[in-house]
T-cell receptor
Framework: KQEVTQIPAALSVPEGENLVLNCSFTDSAIYNLQWFRQDPGKGLTSLLLIQSSQREQTSGRLNASLDKSSGRSTLYIAASQPGDSATYLCAVLFSGGYQKVTFGIGTKLQVIP | DGGITQSPKYLFRKEGQNVTLSCEQNLNHDAMYWYRQDPGQGLRLIYYSQIVNDFQKGDIAEGYSVSREKKESFPLTVTSAQKNPTAFYLC???????????FGNGTRLTVT
C-alpha cells in the first residue's frame, strides 16, 4: 500500500529558529512530491513541487529536498516567523498502479513570538 | 487573478437531503479533483476528472456524484446515501495529472 507519513504531528518552536519537517513515503516510484501549507479553515496553498528527477527546490526561506531511494523528503524553514504557524502537508504522486496523489496527515507548526 | 472558487464556504443540510457543492476554476486546467478532509486523516480522493465529459471514482466515491460538462466547472453532489457527509470538502485542479495541484478554500458541510 502506498502511504505517506509525516512526523512529528505537531511542533512548537521559538521565533527565529531554523526547523525541518519530515515526510516519508513507502514507494520510490513517484512522479513528484508537493509541499503545502494549510491555515485553519482554509484550503491548501502550494509551497514547493519537486519532480522525480530533482533533488531539491527552493523558494525564499523554504527549501525542500527529495531522496527517492530512502523514501524521504524534508522541508527546511529558515528563520521561522509567527506567520509560518500553520499545518504543513506533504503529498506524493506515485507512478505505479493507480497513479494518484497520496497525502500525509500533516505537521502542525506553531512559531512562538 | 486565476484561481479556484468554491461556494458556499459553509453549508448546512438536514439528513436525507442531497446537496451540491460548487467548484469553478479559471486556470484553464484540464484536471480537477474533489477531496474530503476529516480531523486526524489525510485528504481522501472522492472523484477526479482529467478531461471534459469524463471522470473517475476515487477512493471514497460511494454516496457522491459529479459532472464535468464544462472545463471550468466540477460540481460535487453529496447524496443521502453518503453515511457520514459532515466534513470539509476541497476542490483542486492541475494542468495535467502530473502537474502541481491548486486548491480552493473549501466548503464545510454540516449535516444534522
Amino acid at each position: 500500500k502506498q502511504e505517506v507519513t509525516q512526523i512529528p504531528a505537531a511542533l512548537s518552536v521559538p521565533e527565529g529558529e531554523n526547523l525541518v519537517l519530515n515526510c516519508s513515503f513507502t514507494d520510490s516510484a513517484i512522479y513528484n512530491l508537493q509541499w503545502f501549507r494549510q491555515d485553519p479553515g482554509k484550503g491548501l496553498t502550494s509551497l514547493l513541487l519537486i519532480q522525480s528527477s530533482q533533488r531539491e527546490q527552493t523558494s525564499g526561506r523554504l527549501n525542500a529536498s527529495l531522496d527517492k531511494s530512502s523514501g524521504r523528503s524534508t522541508l527546511y524553514i529558515a528563520a521561522s516567523q509567527p506567520g509560518d504557524s500553520a499545518t504543513y502537508l506533504c503529498a506524493v504522486l506515485f507512478s505505479g498502479g493507480y497513479q494518484k496523489v497520496t497525502f500525509g496527515i500533516g505537521t502542525k507548526l506553531q512559531v512562538i513570538p | 487573478d486565476g484561481g479556484i472558487t468554491q461556494s458556499p464556504k459553509y453549508l448546512f443540510r438536514k439528513e436525507g437531503q442531497n446537496v451540491t457543492l460548487s467548484c469553478e476554476q479559471n486556470l484553464n486546467h484540464d484536471a480537477m479533483y474533489w477531496y474530503r478532509q476529516d480531523p486526524g486523516q489525510g485528504l481522501r480522493l472522492i472523484y477526479y476528472s482529467q478531461i471534459v465529459n469524463d471522470f473517475q471514482k476515487g477512493d471514497i466515491a460511494e454516496g457522491y456524484s459529479v459532472s464535468r460538462e464544462k472545463k471550468e466547472s466540477f460540481p460535487l453532489t453529496v447524496t443521502s446515501a453518503q453515511k457520514n457527509p459532515t466534513a470539509f470538502y476541497l476542490c483542486a485542479s492541475s494542468i495535467a495529472k502530473e502537474g502541481s495541484l491548486h486548491f480552493g478554500n473549501g466548503t464545510r458541510l454540516t449535516v444534522t
